[in-house]
Every structure is written in structure tokens, then in C-alpha cells.
């Protein structure tokens, strides 16, 4: 099978993103064990959520909650089956769409096949998406039904913190799920670049690893996390602002 239909440079641009992507999962993972991020800032968070919670006697709030959390997931999962559809009506419609996009200012075509493969690099990105966001969903109605069975007052030391400790760890599954479907939104907006050109494309990949970056690690938001679960060693959160 030859590769001649697309130049070289464009085959390194997707080499870089996905370079981009997969290396920053592989660093963000690696990077949470010894520093602060909103991954792990969140599990000290739920766990004090827990904690109250298996002290109040009503507990529909709670439960409220993580239903709203899950109708956001929900949001997003039928959100990336609608651009999924539309990428494959594109994709159908080849010969049509390219006399159109070969008009437009700054946008290039080397081919049929480069086209497509393009397309097919979103679909693939926002299926990506979809398995994540579905997942994420259905963690989230197991929290629920957790939520429904969790100890009281009455129950032993011992039953809550099991409880705290597995209820945090699915409910980290879930969110971790949803981040990572919100991630492949991220460089699938740096992958519209490509349609620009293969240079383009490799600076929206490293600006959307920067814009990452600076969220999980540098944001106002980590440290108002921090400072609301760490009330006697608080830092200012103008001191991680963007």
C-alpha cells in the first residue's frame, strides 16, 4: 500500500499529534503523583463530600448531584454522536464538498484520499470521545445506586470508610472517564488545523498540550479546590492564575 497521496510533511503532523496526545496522557499521569492537579485535588474533595455525607440523614441533595454530573456526561455523549453523524455525511458527500472547500481561502486539498483521511481521523477521534463519555455515564449511575446503599451514623467505623474508599475510586473511574472524552474534544479542535495546513496542525496540537497544561496544573481553579480542602495551609489563588 503506498502513503503517495499525502506528503510527507502532513504524515510527521499526524506523527506529532499523536505524539501530543498520548505523550501528554502518559506525563499527566505521571506528574499527578508528586504534584497537585485537579485529578487528585478532586479525590481529597470527594472524599470530604463522603464523609459528610454518611453523617446526614437526608441525602437526596447528594444523590441530585451526581445526577446532575451524569446529565452532563449524557450531554456530551449524544453532542459526539451528532458530529459523528455529520463527519459521515461528509464523508459520503466527498465529491460534492471538496469543489466547495477548494473555494475557500487558505484551505488545502492535496487529494480525495487525503481528504478522507482527514475526516476520518475526527470520526475516529470523536468515537474515541463517545466510548469515554458513555462509560463515564454509566460509572456515574453506579455511584448512584452506591449512594443509595451507603452506611449511616449506626454502621460501624469500618463499613464507612470501605465505603468512602470504593465509592471515591468509581467516582474518580468516572470522572477520569469524562476528562479524557473532553481531552479528545480538545485536540480534536487542533485537528481542524490540518485542513489549513500540516504546520498549523502541529502548533494547534502543542497549544492545546499548553492549554492542558496550564488547567490541570497552573489554574486559578486547582488552587480554589485546594485552599476549600486544606483550610489551614491555604495559598491564594492568584498565585496559580491564569
Known sequence: MTLS?????????????????????????YKQRNCSTIANQLEANRIEWLQRMI??????????????????????ASTTIFIIAGLLTVLGSTEQVIPLVEAL???????????????????????????????????????TVLFGAAPDSNDTQQDRDIFIKHTNWLMGRASHSFNFGLRAYSFALATL?????????????????????????????LAALYNASHHSNEKKIDEYGL
Open 5 to 29: 497521496f499525502l506528503p510527507l510533511i502532513h504524515w510527521i503532523a499526524l506523527g506529532w499529534f499523536i505524539t501530543c496526545w498520548i505523550g501528554y496522557t502518559y506525563f499527566a499521569r
Open 55 to 76: 453523617k446526614r440523614e437526608m441525602r437526596m441533595a447528594d444523590i441530585s448531584s451526581i445526577g446532575i454530573l451524569s446529565r452532563n456526561v449524557t450531554f456530551f
Open 105 to 143: 481561502p487558505w484551505i488545502e486539498v492535496d487529494s480525495r484520499a487525503s481528504w478522507e483521511l482527514k475526516i476520518i481521523i475526527l470520526v475516529i477521534t470523536f468515537a474515541y470521545a463517545f466510548f469515554k463519555f458513555t462509560w463515564s455515564m454509566r460509572q456515574y449511575n453506579f455511584v
Open 193 to 221: 488545523g490540518w485542513f489549513f495546513n500540516p504546520i498549523v496542525f502541529m502548533l494547534a496540537s502543542a497549544l492545546v498540550v499548553w492549554v492542558l497544561y496550564r488547567r490541570e496544573f497552573r489554574s486559578a481553579t
